[in-house]
């Protein structure tokens, strides 16, 4: 797959025997490397891993579209937003940058997006039309590729990551600002209270280069522990 080759490589390098993750994760596959790579770098993680059941890839097309997807589904139920961005694509069709510049204040609330959301997606529309190509910033090393992002008003950390993530498919992503993830980790992991982001990024140190995997693992395990209650936000 061409885009296998045009992202830049992950942030850490895997040491002791543990196998590099490709960059981007596209493929089934590419996850399921990841998965016996963590175990061979955590064996705290064979357990959560029995426990978590399928972790899926869930990769999105990179673009505009993918950014603001994510940005519905801020701080809902994958429910809810699901809900949300339906009614938006239904009135903003063909949805993009002009169609959400075009829209009124007023259109893309009754779609249920709230005041803060909407001044995300136009500034995340603006930027785009003046010249930030989300696809490139796909192929830019992670630290790069975040201050772009969150160089857009409205964009924070979380956001970023999960564009990373899932959009760009990069490998050593772990979004240490996901309460779902934050959970998970200090259930998993037996910790005495949920870890705060500093506290959580340290923890997933142990997990890179394939922290990407280590957070869709999480994600699966949060869902099999709520009784299939789905906590990831794309």
């Known amino acids: 797959m061409a885009r296998r080759t045009k992202v830049a490589e992950a942030d850490g390098a895997a040491s002791g ?13 590419d996850v399921a490397r990841g998965l016996e790579a963590l175990v061979a770098l955590d064996g705290r993680l064979k357990e959560i891993r029995s426990v978590a059941g399928e972790v899926p890839l869930r990769l999105r097309a990179p673009g ?20 949300i961005w339906a009614r938006l694509a239904e009135r903003l069709d063909p949805f993009g940058p002009d169609a959400v510049r075009a829209a009124s204040d007023e259109e893309l609330r009754a779609a249920g997006l709230s005041r803060p959301k909407v001044r995300t997606l136009r500034a995340v529309a603006d930027a785009v039309g003046d010249g930030l190509d989300l696809d490139h910033v796909c192929r830019l090393p992670a630290g790069d590729a975040h201050e772009r992002l969150c160089a857009v008003k409205g964009i924070g950390p979380w956001t970023a990551d999960i564009y990373l993530l899932f959009c ?30 500093k ?17 869709r693992l999480f994600w699966s395990y949060y869902r099999a522990r709520r009784e299939g209650r789905e906590a990831v936000p794309v």
């Open 168 to 197: 760009a498919g990069h490998p050593d992503i772990f979004p240490v600002g996901d309460l779902a993830l934050q959970n998970a980790v200090a259930d998993g992991l037996g910790l005495p209270a949920r870890p705060s982001t």
């Open 199 to 215: 506290e959580l990024a340290a923890i997933a140190e142990a997990w890179s280069p394939w922290r990407g995997v280590a957070a």
């Open 64 to 83: 505009f579209e993918g950014l603001a997807r994510i940005v519905v589904s801020q701080q809902l139920s994958v429910a809810s937003a699901a809900s």
């Open 17 to 29: 025997g543990v196998e590099s993750p490709p960059a981007p994760i596209v493929t089934d596959a």
